[in-house]
């Protein structure tokens, strides 16, 4: 059953991003900017087990997910309270009412 959930995914990396830390540390714009050229407008990054992200890097894409149909992409806690710690109630963390 995993292969078939893995055969509808975008390309993207194969390892977790919690194990390359230090390269998007050091350069972030640089890391998202390869990883981008590499696999297209919308990138499969794995977080650790059972936490994903997706980089969507088109416009249409970015207006989907964050605009047209917001309700569709919740963020996880694990996103969510330590980011809401360090930034308020901003874009980053916001959902729902508040976000709109």
Partial sequence: M????KKHL??????????????IKNDPIG?????????????????LPNYN????????????MLSTHQERYGKPDIVKKPFSLLMGQGLVVSEGDYWL
Avoid: C, T
């Avoid at 975008?10 to 919690?18: A, K, S, V």
């Fill in 2 to 5: 995993l292969q078939a959930i």
């Fill in 10 to 23: 975008p390309p993207g990396l194969r390892g977790y991003l919690f194990f390359n830390a230090a390269g």
């Fill in 31 to 47: 890391f998202y900017n390869r990883v981008w050229r590499q696999y297209g407008d919308i990138v499969y990054l794995p977080i």
């Fill in 53 to 64: 992200f997706f980089l969507a890097a088109h416009p249409d894409y970015v207006e989907h």
